[in-house]
């Protein structure tokens, strides 16, 4: 089994419908995130999570929230779908420290028209 | 501001040695990853470089200078499942990544 699971896989949604995307680990990592990948762009990191009661904005957050249900789950919401964040789009965990490498989820490929 | 330079696409022989180059200017720096990357998939962790100096993990080593902003990624004996993209991120001071775009690597016969 995974350890970093996300759902769903692909989804397609039209534009303005909210949606979320839920992410689950068994790592026991204190650190979770939320990147969006798109052709020929680095990742960028939507928000983060160094505890259950710490939430972080990332680079660009506009459009999207998070919730951190438990240690174990990081949900990603667009409250108001646009074509524009069409994308893949990554949940990552890590240890403690900032260098500690990132363990991805196999991402959830999102299509909004 | 933060910038993260590598080549968009290479392409090598299989059983050959190909360098994968990245140059970053980053506020404060913290240390280098490279990731591993295949179509459709999550990326993987292949090393970290906070010293100066070359670290070897079989047919993988990365390489980093500090002082000239650079690292490299050498594969060795490359084999077709090497085909992919190799992501490079450095870690500023405050311990954020700053990503780049990605190399791809294709391997032919």
């Known amino acids: 089994d995974a350890d970093v699971t996300q759902t769903p896989r692909n989804r397609i949604t039209k534009t303005g419908k909210r949606i979320m995307l839920e992410c689950s680990q068994t790592?026991?990592?204190?650190?979770m995130y939320w990147y969006r990948q798109d052709p020929g762009l680095g990742l960028r990191l939507i928000y983060y999570s160094f505890d259950v009661k710490d939430i972080n904005k990332g680079e660009i957050s506009d459009g999207y929230s998070v919730s951190r249900q438990a240690q174990a789950k990081f949900s990603l919401s667009l409250e108001s779908a646009i074509p524009n964040q069409t994308a893949l789009y990554f949940c990552a965990t890590s240890a403690g420290q900032g260098s500690s490498p990132l363990h991805f989820g196999n991402g959830t490929r999102l299509t909004v028209t | 501001g933060q910038n993260i330079d590598q080549p968009t696409e290479m392409t090598a022989t299989e059983g050959a040695i190909v360098q994968i180059n990245c140059t970053y200017q980053t506020s404060g720096f913290n240390g280098l990853f490279w990731y591993q990357q295949h179509a459709g998939e999550a990326p993987t962790f292949l090393s970290y470089n906070v010293l100066d100096g070359l670290e070897e993990k079989g047919r993988f080593s990365s390489f980093l200078s500090r002082s000239k902003g650079y690292s490299y990624l050498l594969l060795k004996e490359l084999q077709m499942k090497d085909s992919a993209s190799y992501l490079c991120a450095a870690l500023d001071s405050n311990y954020q990544l700053i990503w780049g775009a990605g190399t791809k690597l294709i391997i032919k016969p």
């Open positions: 790592k026991g990592h204190d650190r």
